[in-house]
């Protein structure tokens, strides 16, 4: 049995915590620990929230007594998984109840769940549900989880007592409060990375808001286009050519953020992406990592034409252009409405590189200065003019056989 004093000042501790930056993790694992160090019986321990991310539509971080907290993440497909269909929680959101609490053993025993079932055999002998709305239900946002769900498991003979049952009431409302200030800041970063890239976001959370934020940078910048767009847009179903530029979208960036590089902006069916130089040191790092992303790319690609050949599909055939120098970051627009980019020559420079691509009949072309870093797998196509730029360029073109064999 806990004493009222020591709960308030877990109570107090939730509300510095609120107050703070905390790591959700950190947080749940330090909650915990406070509760059975004050006479909580707790054994197991989960804390889960709604949230707002391409991939997962939940989190949760699992306690178990002497081990360390952990962070799980759920994919948008495991909301009609089995074993959520016959969760617990599903019950509590359809009927609209804030507390679930079934005894594990003795005479008031109900295992109604496979889950409790589960937790009887591994000894457990107590199971409480609290949960709480963060937000406000409105048409966009459904009873299907808009707040947080603890749930406390004891493993003690006769379970939890009733100051016990007490205690935990009295700091969930506390919880709430810090765990609404860490899941907004959790939500603000996964939608500004989702929509501008990383350090994008990252610029944005920091106070780079306004029109004419920039800053000067150098960088490898990536441009990729994908070929016969305006035909396929003209003649394939709407839902088709969807899906076929998703896919693009996914050979042609998801390498590059594998390798560290930063997706700026889908432009129609291109791609703009950077490798940031913080130190011309790091150049001949950057360029290997944009060469394997490049070469991972191609592969995956080529494997991805050959599966949709067999279907009767489209393929897929986009040009990539490399550059490295110098170029401006940061907010254009307008004050009411900005854009995170890139912008000057060196951008202008990549995009007229790859149009090139088609006509000299390479899936890759680069400047020299990126060729440089690895001039074995790359051949020299001669100088070219470049719409709207004033100096002829030479140009190099991947050998993508030497490339594959170096990867």
Known sequence: ????????????????????????????????????????????????????????????????????????????????????????????????????????????RLLDFDVLEELAEQGYT????????????????????????????????????????????????????????????????????????????????????????????????????????TRLAETMVSADFLELLNVYFELAARPIIAAGGEVLSFIGDAVLAIFPVADD???????????????????????TNAERAQTGREPIRYGVGLNIGPMAYGNIGVPERLAFTAVGPTVIEVARIEKLTKKLGARVLATREVASFAPQLWRSMGEHPLEGVELRQELFGLQEAAAAEAA
């Not at 004891?154 to 205690?167: E, I, N, V």
């Not at 040191?281 to 080529?302: C, F, N, Y």
């Open 1 to 108: 049995m806990a004493d009222a004093s020591l709960i308030t000042q877990i109570n107090d501790w939730l509300v510095d915590q609120a107050l703070g930056e905390p790591d959700i993790v950190e947080m749940f694992d330090g909650l915990c620990q406070r509760l059975y160090g004050v006479g909580v019986p707790i054994a197991r321990a989960r804390l889960t929230w709604s949230t707002l991310h391409p991939l997962f539509r939940a989190e949760t971080v699992l306690w178990h007594r002497g081990e360390p907290a952990t962070l799980e993440q759920f994919v948008h497909q495991d909301l009609d998984s089995e074993a959520w269909l016959k969760s617990p929680y599903r019950f509590m959101l359809e009927s609209r109840v804030q507390m679930f609490r079934r005894r594990l053993t003795g005479p008031g």
């Open 126 to 229: 107590d199971y409480l549900i609290i949960g709480t709305e963060l937000f406000a239900r409105t048409m966009s946002t459904p009873a299907r989880g808009r707040g947080v769900f603890v749930v406390w498991a004891s493993d003690r003979p006769g379970g939890f007592s009733d100051d016990d049952l007490a205690a935990m009431q009295r700091i969930q409302r506390r919880l709430a409060i810090a765990c609404k200030t860490v899941i907004q800041a959790r939500i603000a970063r996964n939608i500004t990375e989702a929509y501008l890239g990383r350090e994008a976001g990252d610029r944005v959370l920091q106070g780079s808001i306004r029109l004419g934020d920039i800053q000067q940078m150098r960088a490898l910048v990536w441009y990729s286009d994908l070929r016969d767009s």
């Open 281 to 303: 040191a790091q150049l001949p790092e950057l360029a290997q990592r944009a060469l394997a992303a490049l070469q991972g790319s191609l592969v995956v690609t080529d494997r």
